[in-house]
């Protein structure tokens, strides 16, 4: 039985290369900040529901888990 030849890794450059390409650029970057704003509202939510249920681990996971 014959293995087959691995691929080799792509370089650096060409990885950076989709970058030069404008429209993918911006959708790449959309992509970044929508993800930062998601964790942000996440650990927002977090914080608004540990803050409202006092010191209760439970209501806090019940609030959080009913989002």
Known sequence: MSTLPRPAAPAQDETRGVLAI???RK???SMVFSSLGDWLGLLATTALAQQLSGDSYAKANFAIAGV
């Open 22 to 24: 404008p429209a993918f």
């Open 27 to 29: 959708l790449w970057n």
